[in-house]
């Protein structure tokens, strides 16, 4: 069984790289992704991309969320990631699609209200691709609450030559024993 999957795996990268060679990309819209339609605006450059990620998450006490509009900014694989700190001092990656981000926090999101404001970015791109490295800082309840929480959003984008898309978003907050440092606090 284990080296039939291996096969199975190594004939399904043959079968990607050979369509690859033959000018056949797979495309991002191809999936299901291409049931939600995106604002060009939220999808034209990288700032309207970031900056449709932090809007679609932020809302008062109440206020649904449009999560068809979440889908649309993320390729169909794209995923999401926090860093999680546990409680015998070490760190678990939870890695969920958008939906599971969805499962875990909408309904937090909705009932307490929450605000996330990017602070600074650095942002390195090579052709089709773009890293955004983003300091935030998060708000419950009203964008003029106290801040609860800082950190970084690592977000990594992919251009099809149409539209950017959003491949992955891992985050982690800062604590009393990482602290962000000054050249993340800096707007560029």
Known sequence: ?????????????????????????????????????????????????????????????GQARDWNRMHSLFMPEGRMMVVSPQKDGSFKPVVMPVDGYIARSGKVLVEHGFFETELARTTETFGQLAHVFSTYEARRGSPDAAPF????????????????????????????????????????
Do not use: C
């Open 1 to 61: 069984m284990h080296v039939m999957t291996r096969f199975s795996a190594a004939a399904v990268l043959a079968v990607v790289s050979l369509s690859a060679l033959a000018g056949e990309p797979a495309s991002p819209a191809a999936a299901p992704a291409a049931l939600y339609t995106a604002r060009a605006a939220d999808v034209a450059t990288v700032d309207g991309i970031v900056a449709a990620l932090y809007d679609v998450i932020s809302g008062p006490p």
């Open 149 to 188: 929480a800082r950190g970084i959003n690592s977000i990594q984008l992919v251009n099809d030559g149409q539209r950017w898309w959003i491949a992955s978003v891992a985050w982690r907050s800062e604590d009393d024993k990482l602290r962000l440092p000054e050249r993340y606090l800096q707007k560029r």
